[in-house]
């Protein structure tokens, strides 16, 4: 399974197509995007998973993918379990010729945007979060100050969430649909990896 989940620019398209023909022919058996655009270019008869950067949060996204050939999406993290349950709902009375896999993250950082629509390192520094280039402004210090200049906190990650942690919820997350669990890897070092999934 290998990622390629970034908004691509125009001129990025062959080099994407031929990088995933490359890890085709190497035996990557998935791939993670988040472009759209790449189905209406020359890939391989690879599976492909719609990263939480698409945006999964409704029936009606995951059965788009489903119908576009996607064979698995990665949730939204921001989901609730009865969210992730009616996703399930929907696709399992759905007809078709496969059912589109949900995958959820089960430990990591729960970003204040949703998924995939989050613009502030754009804005504040020109460095797109889709472009895997994300400053992650949300995870930084600041201060907090009121209109008379009264300083109400200093120094404080106010816009970074805690890391969440299912992992006493794994049973309710696979009876609610969920096939496959993701642990968040960026920007997080070796010791740490190892120690969640452990």
């Known amino acids: ?20 023909h490359e890890l085709y022919k190497v ?10 655009r790449l189905l209406e270019h020359d890939l ?13 949060r409704t029936p009606e996204q995951v059965l788009h993918l489903q119908q576009l050939g996607f064979r698995r999406a990665v949730l939204a993290r921001e ?8 996703i399930n709902s929907a696709i399992l009375i759905q007809n078709s010729k496969f ?16 998924s995939g629509q989050c613009y502030l390192s754009e804005h504040i520094a020109g460095r797109s979060a889709n472009r895997g ?9 600041y201060d907090l100050i009121d209109a008379t200049g009264k300083v109400l906190a200093k120094d404080k990650a106010l816009l970074s969430l805690k890391d969440y942690n299912l ?26 990896v190892r120690n969640v999934v452990r």
């Open 1 to 20: 399974l290998v990622t390629l989940n970034t908004l691509l620019h125009d001129h990025e398209f062959s080099r994407a197509c031929a990088l995933a």
């Open 27 to 36: 035996g990557v058996d998935a791939l993670i995007i988040q472009d759209l």
């Open 44 to 56: 391989p008869p690879i599976r492909l998973h719609a990263s939480t950067q698409c945006d999964n």
């Open 79 to 86: 989901l609730s379990l009865q969210e992730i349950s009616k």
């Open 99 to 114: 059912k589109i896999e949900l995958e959820a993250f089960v430990h990591g950082a729960l970003c204040v945007c949703y």
């Open 133 to 141: 280039a994300c400053i992650q402004a949300c995870r930084s210090r």
């Open 167 to 192: 992992r006493e919820r794994l049973k309710e997350l696979a009876e609610a649909g969920i096939t496959s669990f993701k642990i968040e890897g960026r920007l997080k070092n070796e010791s740490y």
